[in-house]
């Protein structure tokens, strides 16, 4: 079983659409959580960071952290053609793991 | 600088050659990492350095890799003999504090390889 498992995608939704981005993982040794939104042909840029369970909200993004379901997510409220990138998740303990990344196109 | 910076921004060389990469941290962080990122592989760790020591090479994928970093600042990823399976973005982050949990981390633009 890989440490973090994320769907590739892609997944298109139209604009204005809640967005739902996921990742498993099976290391309970993790304790901070990230998601970071990678734009074609730039370097990741971090969008949120969380610590241990619960959910954490800025502007239009809520990231979402079940350490009991080793389950975390990423919504996207009222998404926008400029929210169409890809996002990797990533999770660290003593070590940091990214997730292959899911790649979102938003239709206007 | 504003942020991290890497060059060359892409390169191809010729299966067999040597190739350097340079990475430029933000000015003040003590650590630097080397990522690779290949085509639906997602971000693979290869090395981490806390000033001028690495403390984790656990990531580099054999000893054609290796790294360095000089004066606490810039840091160069060299190929050795390099095969087509090298191909990848090279990317380099830094972060003001050095670890690898909770840490904010700042990517540059990363070099684009490609070994023909």
């Known amino acids: 079983q890989k440490e973090v498992e994320q769907d590739p995608g892609p997944l298109s939704v139209p604009e204005g659409a809640i967005v739902s981005l996921n990742c498993t993982y099976s290391n309970s040794a993790f304790q901070y959580f990230m998601w970071y939104r990678q734009y074609s042909r730039k370097g990741p840029e971090l969008l949120m960071y969380?610590?241990?369970?619960g959910n954490k909200e800025d502007g239009r993004f809520t990231a979402q952290v079940d350490k009991s379901s080793k389950y975390i997510s990423l919504f996207i409220r009222d998404s926008q053609p400029s929210d169409s990138a890809t996002y990797l998740c990533a999770m660290s303990g003593d070590k940091i793991i990214f997730g292959k990344g899911t790649r979102l196109h938003i239709l206007p | 600088g504003a942020g991290v910076s890497q060059s060359p921004s892409n390169k191809v060389t010729e299966k067999g050659k040597d190739v350097e990469l340079r990475c430029d941290p933000i000015s003040g962080h003590t650590a630097l990492y080397w990522y690779r990122q290949s085509l639906g592989q997602g971000l693979e760790f290869l090395i981490y350095?806390?000033?001028?020591?690495?403390?984790?090479k656990s990531g580099l994928p054999s000893d054609r890799f290796s790294a360095e970093r000089t004066g606490g600042s810039v840091s160069t990823l060299t190929i050795q003999r390099t095969q087509q399976e090298d191909s990848a973005v090279y990317l380099c982050a830094s972060s003001f504090n050095p670890g690898l949990g909770g840490e904010t981390q700042y990517f540059g633009p990363g070099t684009r390889l490609l070994v023909l």
């Open positions: 350095f806390q000033g001028n020591s690495a403390p984790d």
């Open positions: 969380t610590y241990s369970s």
